[in-house]
């Protein structure tokens, strides 16, 4: 019998990399980076699954708030609150795990997020060495 959603599965950020399990399954992994996270998902429920193909749309991994921004420090909660015009309070309760976002809001904070993520992807730095000259 195939299954028609997906299948989710929890990430934990630990002190040595990250854990993952699958919510409904008995289907548990690590890996030190989010990538071989990834991987380590996908074989760990490809052996639990035999008979079905497992791939990357299949799953649907969830990390939340307040683990993703301890992780990612770089992100600043006050100005991504600017950029997808929401309550810096509310979003700054969010991020400390005070308060659970509904899925709309959830939605905006991750569309936010990636749309950063894709601008950081398209842009080239440039480096410039401004010499000393002898007059």
Same mark, same amino acid.
């Given at each position: 019998m195939r299954r028609k959603k997906k299948i989710k599965i929890i *990430?934990?950020?630990?002190?040595?990399g990250y854990s993952a399990y699958a919510a409904d399954y008995p289907v548990f992994t690590?890996? +030190?980076t989010p990538g071989v996270l990834i991987d380590? *998902?996908?074989?760990? /429920?490809s /052996?639990? =699954?035999? +008979?079905?193909h497992i791939d990357r749309d299949t799953?649907? /991994?969830?990390?939340d708030l307040k683990? =993703? =921004?301890s992780h990612y420090r770089i992100l600043n909660s006050k100005a991504l609150a600017a950029r997808i015009r929401m309550n810096p309070?509310?979003?700054?309760?969010y991020v400390r795990g005070h308060k659970k976002p509904s899925?709309?809001?959830t939605l905006k904070i991750v569309y936010g997020i990636n749309k950063i993520g894709e601008e950081l992807a398209e842009m080239r730095l440039i480096y410039e060495r401004q010499e000393k000259r002898l007059e």
């Open positions: *990430v934990e950020k630990t002190d040595t690590t890996g +030190d380590n *998902v996908i074989e760990a /429920l /052996l639990y =699954f035999e +008979d079905e799953i649907s /991994l969830e990390l683990q =993703f =921004f309070t509310l979003l700054s309760q899925e709309k809001q």
